[in-house]
C-alpha cells in the first residue's frame, strides 16, 4: 500500500479542505443539526459543481470515474468539517448501487442527475436495528397482475422526509430472492415517522402499506441484489472510516489548539504530563484508523476480498473517533460539556458514524469470525 497521495489525489483533498473551510464552517453544522435547514441546499449545490457528487459514477454517466482513494480523500475532509450533508448513504451507498445494480435504462435515468446534485436518495434497508445483514429483510414484494405491491417496514432511514427517492431493499415473495426498488418518499402508502436521536437529528421509520410498484423501479430487471448489497455496505463501510478518520484529525487539532491556550497554575495545561500523555494515545490512535481505513479502501480499489481489512477499519476508525472526542471533553473540561461549544457537533457525528451500518458490535463480530 502507498502511504502517501498521489499528485491528484492530494489535490482533490486540498481542494476540499478550503471548500469545506469556505462553505461548511461549524455555524452551519450547529443549524443543520438544529433543524434549520433540514439540508444544506447551498453546501450540496456548491458540492456538486465540484464534481465531488458525480466522482465514483462512470464517464458516460457524467461522471469522473474518480478511484477509490480520491473518494476517500474527500470522504475524510468531509468527516473532518463534521460534513452535515447525506453524502456517503446518497451518492456512495445509494448511487453506487443504482450503477452497480441497474439497467442501462436506470443509469442514465437516475445517476446523471445525482451527480448533479438535483436527486436526493435515501437507503431504507435496516430491519433489524442492530444488524444490516441482507438476511434480516422480510419487507415484502408481490405480484400484482403486471405491477407489484411492497409492503414493509424500514427502520433509521437518514433525511426521508427530503429524499426524492427511498432505495429499498425487499423480499420478492416468488421467488423469495432480494430486490432493490425505488419509491418516491410521497408515494400514496409510504409513511415517514421521524425518530429522535442524539447521533443524528434526520432519522426517520418508513411503513410501506401495499405500496404501488412498477417493474422500471425495481433495479436490475429483477436480478437477485443480494451481491450488490454485500458490496455496498463493505464499500459504504471503509468509507465510513476514512470519515471517521478525518473527524478524529480534526477533534486532535482542536483539543491541541485548546491545550495551547488554556491556563492553569501560570502554565498552558499543555505542558502537563498528564494531559500529553492523553494527546500523545488520541494521536497514535488516529494514525492507526487512517492507514487501516486507506488500506480497506486501497484493497476494494484492487479488486480484492477485503472482507478483513474493511472490518478492521471500521472498528479502529469509529471507536477512534469516539474515543478522541471523549479524550477531547476531559481536556476541555466543563467548557467542552458546553452546548454553545462546537466539540459536541463532532461528538454527535462520531456517534452517527459508529451506529451506521450495525454499529461497531456488529464489525467486531464479524472480525473475530474472519480471523
Known amino acids: 500500500m502507498d502511504l502517501e497521495f498521489n499528485e491528484e489525489q492530494a489535490q482533490a483533498a486540498e481542494a476540499a479542505r478550503r471548500f469545506l473551510a469556505r462553505e461548511c464552517p461549524a455555524t452551519l453544522v450547529r443549524r443543520v443539526r438544529e433543524g434549520r435547514p433540514a439540508h444544506p441546499d447551498a453546501l450540496w449545490a456548491g458540492m456538486g459543481a465540484q464534481g465531488w457528487l458525480a466522482l465514483p459514477f462512470a464517464e458516460k454517466y457524467g461522471g469522473f470515474d474518480a ?3 480520491t473518494l476517500g480523500a474527500v470522504i475524510e475532509e ?3 468539517a463534521c460534513d452535515p450533508t447525506p453524502f456517503i448513504d446518497c451518492v456512495v451507498s445509494c448511487g453506487g448501487l443504482i450503477q452497480d445494480a441497474g439497467s442501462e435504462a436506470q443509469k442514465q435515468r437516475w445517476l446523471p442527475a445525482l451527480g448533479r446534485g438535483e436527486l436526493l436518495v435515501s437507503l431504507a434497508m435496516l430491519e433489524v436495528a442492530t444488524d444490516p445483514d441482507p438476511e434480516q429483510v422480510a419487507t415484502r414484494l ?14 433509521f432511514v437518514e433525511r426521508a422526509a427530503g429524499a426524492h427517492l427511498l432505495l429499498v ?10 430486490r432493490l426498488v425505488l419509491v418516491p418518499a410521497q408515494e400514496p ?16 421509520e418508513v411503513r410501506l402499506d401495499d405500496v404501488a410498484i412498477d417493474a422500471g423501479q425495481i433495479l436490475g430487471e429483477g436480478a437477485d441484489a443480494m451481491p450488490h448489497l454485500r458490496r455496498a455496505l463493505q464499500c459504504t463501510a471503509a468509507l465510513l472510516a476514512a470519515a471517521a478518520a478525518g473527524g478524529s484529525q480534526r477533534v486532535l487539532e482542536m483539543t491541541l ?33 487512517r492507514l487501516a481505513a486507506y488500506e480497506a479502501i486501497t484493497e476494494l480499489h484492487l479488486g480484492r476480498a ?36 462546537d466539540l459536541h457537533l463532532w461528538t454527535r457525528k462520531a456517534k452517527e458514524i459508529e451506529l451506521a451500518c450495525g454499529g461497531t458490535v456488529l464489525w467486531r463480530r464479524q472480525l473475530a469470525t474472519l480471523l
Open 67 to 69: 478511484d477509490w482513494v
Open 169 to 178: 431493499t425487499a423480499r420478492e415473495a416468488a421467488s423469495g430472492e432480494l
Open 306 to 341: 477485503a472482507d478483513e481489512k474493511v472490518a478492521i477499519a471500521r472498528c479502529a476508525s469509529s471507536e477512534t473517533f469516539v474515543r478522541s472526542c471523549f479524550t477531547a471533553h476531559q481536556i476541555f473540561g466543563g467548557v467542552g460539556f458546553m452546548w454553545e461549544a
Open 142 to 155: 408481490e405480484a400484482a397482475g403486471s405491477s407489484y405491491r411492497l409492503s414493509g417496514r424500514k427502520l
Open 78 to 80: 468531509l468527516g473532518r
Open 189 to 204: 402508502g409510504v409513511e415517514l415517522v421521524r425518530l429522535q436521536s442524539f447521533a443524528h437529528p434526520h432519522l426517520f
Open 257 to 289: 489548539a485548546h491545550a495551547r491556550e488554556r491556563q492553569q497554575f501560570g502554565r498552558p495545561i499543555g505542558s502537563f504530563q498528564a494531559v500529553q500523555h492523553m494527546l500523545a494515545d488520541v494521536w497514535t490512535d488516529v494514525e492507526t484508523a
